[in-house]
């Protein structure tokens, strides 16, 4: 049983290093100051070729009082059904980013997500790790 409770961190924080490893690449080759869609289809076909599975656009069900709201909130990429990915080009994060990322993780039912900047300088200045 310890062995099941240790293995689930161990292959987030591997799927995590792999992920950023895939970001930071994306980021060398483009740099900043491009649009964000444009880092995501990179950043898609990157972490696709490091072979992992990765959803884009995905909808994040929101239900009050047993109800399924028809809202149209999406979580950028969804890596390996186990980390969410919310994707910026921004001057700078914001709280708001956080918080945005922290409610995809919990209506989602996921327990890590990686914010990621790529208009920093240094990719590593723009990424944030949040656990739910």
């Known amino acids: 049983m310890e062995t099941t409770l240790r293995a689930k961190p161990l292959v987030h924080k591997e799927m995590t290093e792999t992920i950023l490893a895939g970001a930071i690449e994306v980021h ?5 100051g491009l649009l964000e869609s444009a880092y995501r289809a990179c950043l898609v076909r990157e972490l696709e070729l490091r072979g992992l599975e990765v ?9 009050f009082k047993g109800i399924q709201l028809e809202c149209s ?18 001057d700078h994060l914001l709280p708001i980013h956080e918080a945005q990322l922290l409610t ?16 920093a300088a240094y990719l590593r200045q723009g990424i944030k790790k949040l656990v739910n």
């Open 104 to 119: 995809h993780l919990k209506l989602l039912d996921y327990r890590v997500g990686l914010l990621l900047n790529f208009n």
């Open 73 to 90: 909130y999406r979580a950028d990429l969804v890596v390996a059904n186990a980390v969410v990915l919310e994707l910026k080009a921004v």
């Open 55 to 63: 959803q884009q656009e995905v909808a994040v069900p929101i239900c």
């Open 28 to 32: 060398r080759f483009l740099g900043p």
